[in-house]
């Protein structure tokens, strides 16, 4: 059981370490099964990250891009409700700076679990350090007994706010019964979100001569081809789920629902 204190000190002590990072990393949580003590019912993963969208986005907005705190906070509310399942949070993080170490445009990075990446735009930086922990949160998935499902969550793409705006999220998945399960319970919730396609043609635009793919691709759907990108480091046996959120997690605007601004 933990109080509200102390999930605010976990809060704030995971914002130092993420403020702090000086290469990318990723930070757990590990959430047993409550009732049991081990993963053996429900197994999902969450991961998040949040993304330096510049696309016309002023840096105020950009610091408060915090997405990662709701991975935490449910966990720790999925502890204290007692909830019959298990659950892993990862939190991949990376501070956005430019340095003698920054990657840069043509660079070839290895990702987690040995796929080459071409890096055509170093500002697609986030689905880079989500490929990471993708990958490895299905490595230790399967060696505690199998996930029952992986959910990603970030704020992804500016493309995502010119294809739906700053109130509806997008979801895309490789699992269409796992992704009417989740548009049910964000319905319940109130949260607004939208299935949008990861179209095979899109893929191609991937394709790198140097490396296994590239980390962007055609600009039209830009939303649609970094959902392709994640894919990519997906097990096709795993329910996966890809939300990006990048409009609706900070609201600028008038409070609207439960929304504040903020």
Do not use: C
């Amino acid at each position: 059981s933990h109080s509200l204190n102390d999930i605010m000190f976990f809060l704030l002590l995971f914002f130092l370490i993420a403020s702090t990072m000086a290469t990318p990393s990723v930070l757990k949580l590990l959430l047993p099964n409550s009732k049991t003590g081990i993963q053996s019912v429900k197994h999902p993963v969450v991961i998040s990250v949040s993304a330096d969208l510049q696309f016309g986005i002023n840096d105020q907005v950009v610091a408060k891009d915090q997405v990662e705190a709701a991975v935490v906070a449910a966990v720790f509310a999925i502890a204290q409700l007692k909830l019959p399942i298990a659950l892993d949070g990862w939190a991949p993080l990376a501070e956005n700076m430019v340095s003698d170490t920054a990657t840069r445009p043509s660079d070839v990075i290895t990702i987690y679990g040995g796929k080459s990446v071409e890096v055509l735009n170093p500002d697609a930086e986030g689905r880079l350090v989500l490929a990471d922990a993708l990958v490895k949160a299905a490595e230790v998935g399967k060696k505690s007994g199998g996930l029952d499902g992986i959910i990603d969550v970030a704020t992804l793409t500016g493309a995502q706010l010119v294809a739906l705006g700053t109130r509806t999220s997008a979801v895309m998945t490789n699992n269409e019964e796992f992704s009417s399960q989740f548009l049910l319970a964000a319905e319940i919730a109130g949260e607004s979100f939208w299935p949008m396609p990861l179209p095979v043609e899109l893929r191609a635009s991937l394709d790198s001569p140097v490396a296994d793919l590239a980390n962007i691709g055609d600009r039209m759907g830009g939303m649609l081809v970094a959902g392709l990108f994640l894919k990519e480091f997906i097990d096709p046996q795993t329910p996966w789920l890809h939300l990006d959120i990048a409009g609706p997690a900070y609201n600028e605007k008038n409070a609207h629902g439960y929304t504040p601004v903020g």
